[in-house]
C-alpha cells in the first residue's frame, strides 16, 4: 500500500479487522483464561472496583501496544545499534516473557501457597537454629539457575551475554534490597525476600498481613500484554505493511517516527477493541460474577492451566504452530487479508462502496494484475547486472551481500542461494499460515513464468512447517518456483532476523541485495524492482488497438457518439485539442481543485497513466474556470505529469459536454468514439476494466519470442 495514502483512521480499521487473523487467535485462549481470572478475583472482593476487569484489559492492550509500537520502530531505526550491543529484545522478551507467563499461571493455579508456607517454615527454622551451611547452598544454587537462564534469555552469545545476564541479576537484587539491608543472616534474607515475594505477588497464604492497601495489579497485566506481543509472530497486511516502510523510509533519511508511531499506536488501539470488549463483558455480566464467585476454585485453576499453557507455548515458539493449525486450509487467513486490503481500497478510493462486499468475498481486482498485461509483450532480452564492488560485505541492507544459506527442497535435495547466482532470486520467507503471504505466492508465480527465461527466480523459504504441508499448498497453488524447508528456523528468524511474515529480499545476479520489503510484495513494484536488470535498449510493448469507428457516427454525448472535439491551453500557454491525442485512449476528466472527489481520483490516475501510458493511454484534465497559479499548485502537489488544460469560461466543460456534477469523466478510445460516461468519481477497477476492451489478441509470448 501507498504510504501517502495511510491515515490514522485506516490505520485503526486495520487492526480492528485483524483480529480474526489466524496471527492473532492465538492469543485469545489465554486473554480470556487471563481476564476470567481477573474476573474471579474482582467477584471475590467484599469492595468489587465497578471496571477493575475492565481497567486490567486497558492495561493488556497497553502492554501489547507498547511492544508492537516501540518493536516496530525499532526494527526500522535502531536494529543495527541492537546488534552491535548485543541485545535481541523479541528474543530477550520472548524467553524471559514466557517463564514469567508460565510463573504466572501456577501462581492464579496457587500452586505456590504450599511452597511458599514450606519455604517460610524452613527458612525461619534455620533461622532460629543459625545453620549457615544450607541458605549457603540454597543462595549459591538459586543464583547459578538465575544466571545460567538469564545466559540464554540473552542469547547465550558470549560476554555480550554475560554481561547482560549480570545486568538482570544485579537489577532482580535491587528488587529485594529491603530484605538485604534488614536481614541479620542468609536464613533471614530468604525468610523476608519469600515474604516480600508473596505482598508482590498479592497472594492470601499468610492471613496476617493486610492487603486491603494493595496494588490492583495493574502493571502485571501490562506486563503480561507486553510479552504476549513479544511471543507471536504477525502478519503483515498491506497498512502494517506501509507503516513499517515510513517508519524505515524515516529512519533512513534522519526524519521523524513520530507518523510513523501514530500510525501503529493506532493499528494496535483498533485490534485492541475486541479485547477490551471481552474485558468489558466479565466487567458488567451482574449474572456472569455471581457464577464466577460460586466456581472461583474451577476457574482459577482453568485460568492458570490455560496461562500455563501459553507460556510454555511463547518459549518454545509455539505460538506459530498454533496459528499454523487455526489457518491449516488457509481460508481463514485469505479471508482476514481480503478483509484489511478492501477496508484499506475504500479508504483510499481504490474500490467503491458498492464492490466491497465482492471485494471481500473474492479479493481485489489489481492494477499489480494489468501491469503483467503491460509488459506481456515486451522484448525478452536478458536482465543484466551491475558488477558488485570488490569490499561489499554481507548484511541485510540494500546493497549489501545477501548471507548465503543452504536449505532442502521439497525432494530433499540440497539448494543454496548461491547456486542461484547470475539469477535476480526473489528470496521470500513465509508460511501457509499467513495470509498475507497465500494471497501473493499466485502473483510470484505469474511473474516467475513471465519472466523465468530472462534470468529471474522466486526461492520461497518456509517457515518451521511439515513437508506434507507445504507440499499441499504448493499443490494447491501450482507453485513451480523452488520451495525450501526451514525447519528449525536457523535461516528465517538466525540468519535473517525475519520477524514478521511475508518478507521478502530481492538479490541480483552478483548476491548484492537490491530490495528489501516488509509485507505483502506487489507484481507492480516487483516487476518495477526488475526494471532495473533491463538491459539499455527500448522495451517494445503491444499498444491497444480500436475497433473502427462507425461511417455514420454522430457527434454527441452518449457511449457510441463521437466526442465533441475541442481546443484549450495547458499550463504551459500551448494549445491541444482532444483530436490532438487521436491514436490514443483518453480519459476526458472534467473537474476541479475545490472538488474534492477529485481530488481523490487524481493520484489513481496519475498511477494508471504511468503504467500504461507506452501502450496509448493518456489523461486530459480539463480545469473548470480556475486560475493557472490555483491549478499549477494542485498540480505540483500530485506529482501530475498528465496534460492538464485550462477551461477559464466554462466554454467546454457547461458548454459543449454539459457538465453539471463533478467529477465527470468522458473515455474516448483512439478514433474518438466514447466509450464509457462515468458521472462521479472513477475508481480504479472501473477504469481498469474499461481498458480492458482495448487489448490486442491474446498472444503467447513464448511462442512469439521463439
Not at 511473474?447 to 520461497?460: K, P
Amino acid at each position: 500500500m501507498e504510504v501517502e495514502n495511510l491515515s490514522l483512521g485506516l490505520a485503526f480499521m486495520a487492526g480492528l479487522v485483524s483480529f480474526i487473523s489466524p496471527c492473532v487467535l492465538p492469543l485469545v485462549p489465554a486473554y480470556i483464561g487471563y481476564m476470567g481470572g481477573r474476573a474471579t478475583t474482582e467477584a471475590g472482593k467484599e469492595e468489587r472496583h465497578q471496571f477493575g476487569t475492565f481497567v486490567h484489559g486497558v492495561f493488556f492492550v497497553l502492554g501489547f501496544t507498547f511492544f508492537f509500537v516501540g518493536f516496530g520502530l525499532l526494527t526500522a531505526a535502531a536494529s543495527s545499534f541492537l546488534e552491535t550491543i548485543g541485545l535481541d529484545i523479541e528474543t530477550m522478551l520472548i524467553r524471559l516473557g514466557g517463564a514469567a507467563v508460565v510463573f504466572f499461571g501456577l501462581y492464579v493455579m496457587k500452586a505456590f501457597d504450599p511452597l511458599f508456607r514450606r519455604a517460610l517454615e524452613t527458612t525461619g527454622r534455620w533461622n532460629s537454629e543459625q545453620k549457615l551451611l544450607p541458605p549457603l547452598i540454597l543462595t549459591l544454587a538459586t543464583a547459578a539457575i538465575l544466571l545460567a537462564y538469564f545466559y540464554w534469555a540473552f542469547g547465550a552469545e558470549g560476554i555480550q551475554s554475560i554481561i547482560w545476564s549480570l545486568i538482570l541479576f544485579l537489577l532482580i537484587l535491587a528488587l529485594f534490597r529491603k530484605p538485604l539491608n534488614e536481614a541479620t543472616s542468609l536464613a533471614d534474607f530468604w525468610n523476608r525476600a519469600i515474604v516480600s515475594l508473596q505482598v508482590a505477588l498479592a497472594t492470601d497464604t499468610r492471613r496476617q498481613l493486610d492487603f486491603q492497601k494493595r496494588k490492583q495489579g495493574y502493571v502485571g497485566s501490562f506486563g503480561l500484554g507486553l510479552v504476549f506481543s513479544a511471543g507471536w509472530t504477525p502478519c503483515i497486511g498491506p497498512v502494517y505493511a506501509g507503516v513499517l516502510t515510513l517508519a524505515t523510509e524515516a529512519a533512513a533519511d534522519g526524519g521523524s517516527l513520530l507518523p510513523a508511531g501514530a500510525l501503529l499506536t493506532a493499528y494496535s488501539m483498533g485490534l485492541g477493541i475486541p479485547f477490551l470488549l471481552t474485558a468489558l463483558a466479565f466487567n458488567q455480566s451482574t449474572s456472569l460474577m455471581a457464577r464466577l464467585k460460586r466456581n472461583m476454585a474451577t476457574i482459577e485453576r482453568v485460568s492458570g492451566v490455560l496461562l500455563l499453557a501459553i507460556g510454555v507455548l511463547i518459549l518454545s515458539g509455539g505460538l506459530t504452530d498454533l496459528s499454523s493449525q487455526i489457518a491449516a486450509d488457509g481460508e481463514l487467513g485469505e479471508f482476514s487479508f481480503r478483509l484489511e486490503e478492501c477496508t484499506a481500497g475504500v479508504f483510499d478510493g481504490r474500490i467503491n462502496a458498492g464492490s466491497y462486499p465482492g471485494c471481500v468475498s473474492s479479493g481485489e481486482e489489481k492494477l499489480s494484475d494489468r501491469y503483467i498485461s503491460s509488459v506481456k509483450y515486451a522484448a525478452q532480452s536478458d536482465f543484466v547486472f551491475a558488477p558488485a564492488p570488490a569490499d561489499v560485505e554481507v548484511g541485510l541492507e540494500v546493497g549489501d551481500r545477501a548471507p548465503d544459506f543452504t536449505l532442502r527442497t521439497l525432494d530433499g535435495e540440497e539448494l543454496a542461494l548461491s547456486d542461484l547466482r547470475g539469477q535476480a532470486v526473489l528470496v521470500n520467507f513465509w508460511a501457509t499460515w499467513c495470509g498475507p503471504c497465500r494471497a501473493e505466492m499466485p502473483h510470484f508465480q505469474e511473474v516467475y513464468e513471465l519472466e523465468q527465461r530472462r534470468g529471474f527466480t522466486v526461492l520461497a523459504v518456509n517457515l518451521e512447517e511439515s513437508p506434507e504441508q507445504v507440499q499441499g499448498f504448493v499443490d494447491e497453488l501450482d507453485l513451480t518456483f523452488p520451495v525450501v524447508l526451514d525447519r528449525d528456523g536457523r535461516v528465517s528468524t538466525g540468519e535473517y532476523r525475519v520477524n514478521s511474515y511475508p518478507t521478502s529480499y530481492l538479490v541480483d545476479g552478483n548476491g548484492i541485495i537490491t530490495m528489501v520489503q516488509r509485507g505483502p510484495l506487489s507484481t507492480q513494484d516487483l516487476v518495477d524492482e526488475l526494471a532495473r536488470f533491463e538491459p539499455e535498449q527500448t522495451q517494445t510493448v503491444a499498444r491497444y488497438v480500436f475497433p473502427e469507428a462507425a461511417v455514420d457516427a454522430e457527434v454527441g454525448l452518449e457511449v457510441g457518439d463521437r466526442a465533441p472535439d475541442f481546443t484549450l491551453r495547458t499550463l504551459d500557454g500551448e494549445e491541444l485539442a482532444l483530436s490532438d491525442l487521436r491514436g490514443q485512449a483518453v480519459l476526458v476528466n472534467f473537474w476541479a481543485t475545490w472538488c474534492g472527489p477529485c481530488r481523490a481520483e487524481m493520484p489513481h490516475f496519475q498511477e494508471v497513466y504511468e503504467l500504461e501510458q507506452r501502450r496509448g493511454f493518456t489523461v486530459l484534465a480539463v480545469n473548470l474556470e480556475e486560475s493557472p497559479e490555483q491549478v499549477q499548485g494542485f498540480v505540483d502537489e500530485l506529482d501530475l505529469t498528465f496534460p492538464v488544460v485550462l477551461d477559464r469560461n466554462g466554454r467546454v466543460s457547461t458548454g459543449e459536454y454539459r457538465v453539471n456534477s463533478y467529477p465527470t469523466s468522458y473515455l474516448v478510445d483512439g478514433n474518438g468514439i466514447i466509450q464509457m460516461v462515468q458521472r462521479g468519481p472513477l475508481t480504479v477497477d472501473d477504469l481498469i476494466a474499461e481498458l480492458e476492451q482495448f487489448e490486442p489478441e491474446s498472444v503467447d509470448p513464448v511462442a512469439q519470442a521463439r
